[in-house]
């Protein structure tokens, strides 16, 4: 009962606030409508007893996504509503697209009868360690590919972005580690009433 | 399965990850601007050599099929078939590129993101099942949108790469969805459980899921109605992306699509067979007629493959053994006709900057008689023209869909070959009948010599081999059926 009321009501922020991120006219609203929905969709897989997702869910989407989202919204600077004049041209179309799109999904909605013979079985073990032996075993191969697609976009950020720009000073660390102390200090004997430079050393 | 085993059967994607993560390791540390050219040399010869080496260890994988990685990875004589195509395409491709006039594109990170591409490549050949396939399909697709816009200079290429990036990603969406219906309703993502669960009376959730992960698929190949970033993609990438591009994805992409077909799909192959003849008809119409009025040679050749694409999914459609030996041909014709397309648009230049438009071909026959000669073959191997490789790709894909019943299908193929023969042979009248308005420079690089005399001789000695190598494909296509 207790968990039923729960459900309505992280499902119903989930919708509200999803729906205010594609209609909110201030593109910060947005991210943080999407953070509230981050957050309810954590309780949702807490209702599920998926509590390593849920953790999963707050620590990396909210915690490191929607604040990505977020800086790049707050310094991007775009302006959404000049961004927004085609829409009401295209929205015709795009009425007809979702409709279709949407017609569809009641459709294999009302075929999908069966789900509790397709969820997976229960092993006895609490779900952080489930996923990981699932993950590190049977899905290693998936596993290492993800590690080789995130290595692509890492050079390939870098490939994009970096540029070498001639007359910059850059710090070679090979050669700062092989300077002695004879080629780079000097001692001085500072007279009084006079500077470094003026005893001629 | 042991360690031992695992490595003996995916020894060819062993060897390119090995390659590629020394790759990274090798221009990281070795960069520094005094030894810049020997980086690049050192960088290109590992590329190379780990095709050459992946390729050559496609030998020692077993004949039958195995089945690696809990069901993940499987190996088959059409899987390896297949990747021999994409590894040679890909050796072609870079070695292209390594003649020293890359158009600002021949850096490290150009080599590494190809051989990372080239391994998606080999693992979407290898998926089993549906999770594979698209974790293989995005280690494609990534460095493919990061090497459309490596001209970072150039807004072309930027756009290119931006708008592939973006429908890539809108086809990735949709792949997504389909296959989250069809794990829903099969309830497991693995090719042969799919199938399993066709046996059964087929729900409409399977069946829509399908057409969202086919719709996906077709982006891939460029198969209308999904081809619209193909000419401008082709047009603003630097021309050797673009003929990597044209070479070798599509070889991959096509097998994805055999795979989940003839194997995942195979029950439901009246739905499927549908959503192929009107790809493969869209296709060769929209590939007919749009080159018509083009004046960029890229862009020509893009409109020329979505029509290529167009006749493979004819054979496709046909949904026999002979369609599918019929699409494996028509693939590898196809690698070498593109191959030797670019390797001849490369040689081009005027004053040291690339030509790109047709007009500029018109008087080739004088000034490079041999490029002009080169060019002229495969032309009129892309119209169809016997007794060259591409006339046998539509032979084969055409009896197959007569065969099947399909005959519409192959009387719409023959006539937008016959549209299409029309701007193949335009190109052939400007290189002989005009003169031309300057004159392109002189040379031709080894390496664009190289591949155009090799695929020149693929094409033209073709038909001396057509027996051994529809026998060889048809026995390794055969387990579908």
């Known amino acids: 009962m207790i968990s039923s009321g729960f459900f309505y009501l992280f499902a119903l922020v989930t919708c509200l606030s999803g729906l205010m991120v594609i209609s909110s006219r201030n593109p910060v609203h947005s991210v943080l409508f999407l953070i509230l929905a981050f957050f309810n969709a954590a309780g949702l897989f807490i209702l599920l007893n998926a509590e390593f997702l849920a953790m999963l869910l707050v620590v990396v989407y909210v915690g490191a996504v929607a604040v990505l989202f977020l800086f790049v919204v707050m310094m991007l600077d775009i302006n959404f509503s000049e961004l927004r004049e085609g829409f009401q041209k295209y929205r015709p179309l795009g009425l007809v697209i979702g409709g279709i799109l949407i017609a569809e999904l009641i459709a294999t909605f009302f075929e999908y009868s069966d789900m509790s013979t397709k969820l997976p079985a229960q092993q006895g073990v609490h779900n952080t360690r489930a996923l990981g032996q699932v993950i590190y075993t049977d899905y290693i191969y998936l596993f290492q590919l993800a590690g080789l697609i995130l290595l692509v976009a890492m050079v390939g950020a870098i490939a994009l972005t970096l540029r070498r720009r001639s007359g910059v000073r850059r710090q070679v660390i090979s050669e700062q580690n092989s300077r002695t102390r004879q080629e780079t200090i000097r001692l001085a004997k500072v007279q009084s009433g006079k500077g470094a430079e003026e005893t001629g050393q | 399965m042991n360690l031992v085993q695992t490595f003996s059967v995916a020894l060819p994607e062993f060897i390119l990850v090995a390659v590629a993560l020394s790759l990274v390791l090798v221009a990281a540390f070795a960069n520094s601007s005094e030894s810049e050219a020997s980086t690049l040399k050192l960088v290109r010869s590992l590329s190379l050599g780990g095709y050459g080496l992946a390729f050559l260890s496609l030998f020692m994988l077993p004949a039958g099929q195995v089945v690696l990685f809990n069901g993940l990875f499987a190996i088959d004589g059409?899987?390896?078939?297949?990747?021999?195509?994409?590894?040679?395409?890909?050796?072609?491709?870079?070695?292209?590129?390594?003649?020293?006039?890359?158009?600002?594109?021949?850096?490290?990170?150009?080599?590494?993101?190809?051989?990372?591409?080239?391994?998606?490549?080999?693992?979407?050949?290898?998926?089993?099942?549906?999770?594979?396939?698209?974790?293989?399909?995005?280690?494609?697709?990534?460095?493919?949108?990061?090497?459309?816009?490596?001209?970072?200079?150039?807004?072309?290429?930027?756009?290119?790469?931006?708008?592939?990036?973006?429908?890539?990603?809108?086809?990735?969406?949709?792949?997504?969805?389909?296959?989250?219906?069809?794990?829903?309703?099969?309830?497991?993502?693995?090719?042969?459980?799919?199938?399993?669960?066709?046996?059964?009376?087929?729900?409409?959730?399977?069946?829509?899921?399908?057409?969202?992960?086919?719709?996906?698929?077709?982006?891939?190949?460029?198969?209308?109605?999904?081809?619209?970033?193909?000419?401008?993609?082709?047009?603003?990438?630097?021309?050797?992306?673009?003929?990597?591009?044209?070479?070798?994805?599509?070889?991959?992409?096509?097998?994805?699509?055999?795979?989940?077909?003839?194997?995942?799909?195979?029950?439901?192959?009246?739905?499927?067979?549908?959503?192929?003849?009107?790809?493969s008809v869209a296709s060769m119409i929209v590939g007919a007629t749009g080159a018509i009025m083009q004046q960029n040679i890229k862009r020509m050749l893009a409109y020329s493959s979505i029509a290529h694409m167009g006749y493979a999914l004819a054979g496709l459609a046909a949904g026999s053994l002979e369609g599918a030996a019929g699409v494996v041909i028509y693939m590898t014709t196809y690698v070498f006709m593109g191959a030797g397309a670019f390797s001849i648009i490369m040689s081009l230049r005027r004053d040291d900057a690339p030509v790109e438009r047709i007009s500029d071909l018109s008087g080739l026959s004088s000034t490079h008689p041999l490029l002009a000669a080169g060019m002229m073959v495969v032309m009129f191997s892309m119209a169809g023209i016997p007794p060259l490789a591409g006339f046998f790709g539509k032979w084969y894909v055409f009896l197959a869909a007569v065969n099947a019943g399909l005959v519409p299908l192959a009387i719409i193929g023959v006539l937008t070959s016959v549209v299409g023969a029309f701007y193949y042979l335009r190109i052939i009248k400007l290189m002989y009948f005009e003169d031309a308005d300057a004159p392109l420079d002189e040379g031709i690089s080894r390496q664009n010599r190289l591949v155009l005399v090799a695929s020149l001789a693929f094409i033209i000695l073709f038909f001396l081999g057509i027996g051994q190598l529809s026998g060889v494909v048809g026995a390794n296509i055969v387990a579908f059926f």
Not at chain 2, 110 to 131: K, N
Not at chain 2, 221 to 235: G, L, N, R
């Open chain 2, 78 to 279: 059409f899987a390896i078939y297949m990747k021999g195509l994409a590894l040679l395409g890909a050796f072609f491709a870079s070695w292209l590129v390594s003649d020293g006039w890359g158009e600002g594109v021949d850096r490290a990170e150009f080599h590494l993101l190809v051989l990372m591409a080239v391994l998606g490549m080999l693992l979407m050949i290898s998926a089993h099942d549906l999770i594979a396939l698209y974790m293989g399909l995005e280690l494609q697709s990534l460095p493919l949108y990061v090497i459309a816009s490596m001209r970072t200079n150039s807004l072309r290429s930027s756009e290119a790469g931006l708008k592939y990036f973006l429908l890539g990603a809108l086809s990735s969406g949709m792949l997504l969805y389909g296959a989250s219906l069809v794990y829903g309703f099969a309830g497991s993502t693995a090719y042969a459980d799919i199938a399993t669960s066709l046996n059964d009376d087929v729900s409409v959730g399977l069946t829509v899921g399908m057409v969202f992960l086919l719709s996906g698929l077709a982006f891939k190949i460029s198969a209308a109605p999904f081809h619209m970033w193909t000419p401008d993609v082709y047009e603003g990438a630097p021309t050797p992306v673009t003929a990597l591009f044209a070479i070798v994805p599509k070889v991959a992409a096509m097998t994805l699509i055999m795979n989940v077909t003839y194997f995942a799909f195979s029950g439901i192959s009246d739905q499927w067979s549908q959503i192929l003849i009107a790809l």
